[in-house]
């Protein structure tokens, strides 16, 4: 089993930056990719970054792209979202994922979660 936890988020001004941290705990070989998704009040939860856990492939919705940047530290099993130039539409809870297969979008294909940090980001 694999545990996720969120931290790093909080309240910034537009413009401002804040990394996002994911630690693992626990140990599961099928997980292949991870990723980074946001949920805004009233709206579904969508995918922002995500990458693969051994090759280092990173891609991002095209919301975030060239602000966002994913990364991970093995050594400390952690997992980053790194957030640039935040603007008030990037606002929401955002949660680490894991999965062993799948499309990265697609929520369905993640079986580990964390419980979420909140980025608020005002005007």
């Known amino acids: 089993q694999v545990q996720l936890v969120e931290s790093g988020g909080g309240s910034v001004e537009a413009g401002g930056t804040l990394r996002l941290s994911c630690a693992v705990s626990?140990?599961?070989?099928?997980?292949?990719?991870a990723s980074w998704f946001r949920q805004a009040v009233g709206k579904e939860r969508e995918w922002v970054a995500g990458m693969l856990i051994r090759g280092g492939r990173a891609e991002y919705a095209d919301s975030v792209k060239g602000r966002f940047t994913i990364s991970q530290d093995n050594a400390k099993n952690t997992l980053y979202l790194q957030m640039n130039s935040l603007k008030p539409e990037d606002s929401g809870m955002y949660y680490c994922?894991?999965?062993?297969?799948?499309?990265?979008?697609?929520?369905?294909?993640?079986?580990?979660w964390g419980q979420g940090t909140q980025v608020t980001v005002s005007s």
């Open positions: 626990g140990y599961d070989s099928s997980i292949y990719f």
């Open positions: 994922a894991a999965a062993a297969s799948g499309t990265w979008s697609d929520e369905n294909a993640y079986g580990y």
